[in-house]
């Protein structure tokens, strides 16, 4: 069974700076990755994008973050990240991993979050 787990959350001061990570596994059981991305949660809201990156490399950011987000990832390693700078108390929330996985057969797989908390 195919897992996406984060890591990287945690507390940061605003102004400060985390990455998240997260890795798709086992590596045996996929067979391509395509569309990756990250999304959010806080409390009381809904669950809304981030950012997404296709497997070309191709991104994508919701208004709120751009410029000071960014989204990458490594195919070899089934691994996407995202680097969070300038960050702000509106931008705590857990964040949750994304990808579309074939393996063997296409689905899309959510990860069960990380949270990240910024204190003002």
């Known amino acids: 069974q195919v897992q996406l787990v984060e890591s990287g959350g945690g507390l940061v001061q605003a102004g400060g700076s985390l990455r998240l990570s997260c890795v798709a596994s086992?590596?045996?059981?996929?067979?391509?990755?395509?569309?990756m991305g990250w999304y959010r949660q806080a409390p009381g809201k809904q669950r809304g994008l981030v950012a997404t990156?296709?497997?070309?490399?191709?991104?994508n950011y919701a208004d709120d973050v751009k410029d000071r987000f960014t989204i990458s990832r490594d195919n070899a390693k089934n691994t996407v990240y995202l680097e969070m700078n300038s960050l702000k108390p509106e931008d705590t929330a857990v964040y949750y991993c994304?990808?579309?996985?074939?393996?063997?057969?296409?689905?899309?797989?959510w990860g069960q979050g990380t949270q990240v908390t910024v204190s003002s």
């Open positions: 994304n990808a579309d996985i074939e393996a063997p057969f296409f689905k899309n797989y």
């Open positions: 990156i296709t497997r070309r490399g191709s991104t």
């Open positions: 086992p590596s045996r059981s996929i067979s391509s990755i395509y569309d």
